[in-house]
Nanobody, 124 residues
C-alpha cells in the first residue's frame, strides 16, 4: 500500500523560505516520477514541480521556476520542495504525488498516488 506523507508546512512571512518533505513508502519507486501540486482556496489544484525518483531531471511550473527546488533522497525515501522568496500568492495546501513514467506530467489525472497535503501560509 503506497503512502505519501507530507510535512514541513507552516506560516512564514513574505520573502521567507520553507522546506516541504514527502516521505514515500509501500513500494519501490525507482521507475516513478514524484510531483508537487498545490491548491489555494477557491482555486483548482495546480502543478508545481516534478522529479524522477533517482534525481536528475526536474520540471517546474513557470510560476515557481527560479524560486522553488525539488530534490530527492533515495536513502531516506523522501522528496523535498525547497521554497524561497515566498509570496502570499504561494499560500496553498501542498500535495505530494507519484506516477510511473515521465516527469513531464502536469495534470492531476496523470498521478496515481497522493498524499494528504500540508498547509503553507505566507503572510504579507
Amino acid at each position: 500500500q503506497v503512502q505519501l506523507v507530507e510535512s514541513g508546512g507552516g506560516l512564514v512571512q513574505a520573502g521567507g523560505s520553507l522546506r516541504l518533505s514527502c516521505a514515500a513508502s509501500g513500494r519501490t519507486f525507482s521507475s516513478y516520477a514524484m510531483g508537487w501540486f498545490r491548491q489555494a482556496p477557491g482555486k483548482e489544484r495546480e502543478f508545481v514541480a516534478a522529479i524522477g525518483w533517482s534525481g536528475g531531471s526536474t520540471y517546474y511550473a513557470d510560476s515557481v521556476k527560479g524560486r522553488f527546488t525539488i530534490s530527492s533522497d533515495i536513502a531516506k525515501n523522501t522528496v523535498y520542495l525547497d521554497m524561497n522568496s515566498l509570496t502570499p500568492e504561494d499560500t496553498a495546501v501542498y500535495y505530494c504525488a507519484a506516477r510511473q513514467g515521465s516527469i513531464y506530467a502536469s495534470l492531476m489525472i496523470q498521478y496515481r498516488y497522493w498524499g494528504q497535503g500540508t498547509q503553507v501560509t505566507v503572510s504579507s
